[in-house]
């Protein structure tokens, strides 16, 4: 009997530590909600506006779901230059800029009215 009743004091300190830190987490989720879902406008028009011709041909891309790789091999440049251009490094060629609108299934006038003035 003397040693059931610390067992169950001990149990009972566990348990209450593991609601607390539930509670906590619960807590926390409920913010990263919040907070998410008040960036919905900023969100909306970071995907409508895009800064760069990088974002563009990125958002393409990954729309698409093709890796750097395949979007290099398809139009015969090397992986680092589609990562270049996606960063905004350097600009794609014109010739290459067909491509990658052809590739992507859209026009080269409709990638450059993207790109925010």
Known sequence: ??????????????????????????????QALKKYIRSKDVRAEKSVLKQNLGEVLKDLRTKNKMTQEFVAETIGVSRQAVSKWESGECDPSTSNLIALAKLYGTTVEEILQSIKQ
């Open 1 to 30: 009997m003397s040693i059931a009743a610390p067992m169950l004091v001990i149990s009972l300190i566990i348990y209450a530590g593991l609601f607390g830190l539930f509670i906590y987490l619960v807590i926390l989720i409920i």
